[in-house]
């Protein structure tokens, strides 16, 4: 019976700590957050349009076991998400990216959705323009060891198009 009583009482003491641990973020915090991701944000899109892996992937975090879904609906990793994109870095002349809407919501425990949406436009190394209209990109931000890191990253795009001279 102590012993089930002992279990009970560190059980409400851990939720409990937990709880208090998970506070939505007053008003003052969330605009503070959104300039400190809308930076992070930025830094990641001109990585993209630099071509820099490296860059690209600082802002990003395994310590959950990252997730990014890429645009053709395939769950993957974070190495494979830094050898994807060396992949399509290899078969680009140029990238441009213009940010169209950004939108914040603020979950329990420091977590941020950041929804971007903009257009890329894009010279392939064979000379071929080609641009995506619609590119969407859900951001999962987390606050880990006092910086914004992206853990979770699901994008989207209607198929690339021909650029017309």
Known sequence: ????????????LCCGCALQGAEQMNPQGQETAKRE???????????????DVEALFRSYSDAC????????????????AR???AEWFKSLSSLKITPSK??????????VLCAWQGRFA????????????????????????????????HSSSLPPLPLKP
């Open 122 to 153: 894009m010279t392939m190394k064979t000379g071929a323009q080609l641009a995506i209209d619609k590119f969407g990109v859900t951001f999962v931000f987390s606050r880990i060891d006092g910086l914004w890191q992206v853990i979770y990253q």
């Open 65 to 80: 076991g990252f997730i990014l879904i890429n645009t053709e609906g395939v769950m993957i990793n974070l190495p494979m």
């Open 83 to 85: 050898f994807g994109h």
């Open 102 to 111: 950004e939108e914040f919501r603020f979950l329990p425990g420091n977590i």
């Open 1 to 12: 019976m102590k012993k089930n009583l002992f279990i009970g009482l560190v059980w409400l």
């Open 37 to 51: 991701i809308g930076k992070v944000v930025s830094e990641i899109f001109q990585s993209l349009e630099n071509m």
